[in-house]
């Protein structure tokens, strides 16, 4: 069984500010870990993924994710956050070698001025 | 490769009538699946495909659900006499086997249902 919890449906921070979103997951094998973020009226996408070999993964628009197998995390970050990263965010977790994703409730960034 | 193509984005239905979903992927991808996001929810995982071969359905998938995949390229979803409770999301998403250097999907658009 896999699963994914997302801690803190809603996150506020300044444009500039460092941006952290939490992921913890629960997997009975390695698992591989995603992370997706979905603008308004659009389907997810891809930001970063941990599959195989380093722990630190870069991904698009200067986001990055450590895997942590002894916290059993995969927290997001980015330095420095601008208005366009304003949207939702989600942590999911695959096991299995269907590529079968398991996907938290999400995360909602809101960036202020 | 114009990424994955959902049709339609928007379907507005009565309760109790049949409705039919598209989904285009990747062309390169062997992989496919269906998945159904409510508010202020995650995507659930509703049924995969390898090639032609439906290989996992979700138990959130009753009867009056669907899906094909002919000849492993485009697949539909069908739902049989919706109800309210189907209102909702449907996603594709396709995907890269093999490798896990693959793994990862890529979505598509997303078709909204809404059932009055």
């Known amino acids: 069984a896999q699963s994914v919890t997302q801690l803190g449906s809603h996150v506020s921070v300044s444009e500039g500010a460092l941006v952290l979103l939490r992921c913890n997951y629960s997997?009975?094998?390695?698992?591989?870990l995603f992370w997706y973020v979905q603008y308004p009226n659009q389907g997810l996408q891809l930001l970063l993924k941990y599959t195989t070999g380093a722990t630190l993964v870069k991904g698009i628009n200067g986001f990055e994710a450590e895997f942590k197998k002894s916290e059993t995390s995969f927290h997001l970050t980015k330095p420095s956050a601008h208005m366009s990263d304003a949207a939702e965010y989600f942590c999911?977790?695959?096991?299995?070698?269907?590529?079968?994703?398991?996907f938290g409730d999400g995360t909602t960034l809101t960036v202020k001025p | 490769d114009t990424g994955v193509s959902q049709d339609p984005r928007h379907k507005i239905t009565k309760r109790g009538q049949n409705v039919t979903f598209r989904c285009d992927p990747i062309s390169e991808h062997n992989r496919l699946y269906w998945y159904r996001q409510t508010l202020g929810q995650g995507p659930e995982f509703l049924t995969y495909?390898?090639?032609?071969?439906?290989?996992?359905k979700s138990r959130l998938l009753s009867d009056r659900f669907s899906a094909e995949r002919p000849k492993g390229s485009f697949s539909t979803l069908e739902i049989q006499r919706t109800e309210q409770g189907d209102s909702a999301m449907y996603l594709c998403?396709?995907?890269?086997?093999?490798?896990?250097?693959?793994?990862?999907?890529?979505f598509g658009s997303g078709t909204r249902l809404t059932v009055v």
């Open positions: 997997s009975s094998v390695p698992p591989y």
């Open positions: 998403a396709s995907s890269g086997g093999g490798d896990p250097a693959n793994y990862g999907y890529t």
């Open positions: 495909f390898q090639n032609e071969a439906q290989l996992e």
């Open positions: 999911a977790v695959t096991n299995t070698n269907a590529g079968k994703s398991t």
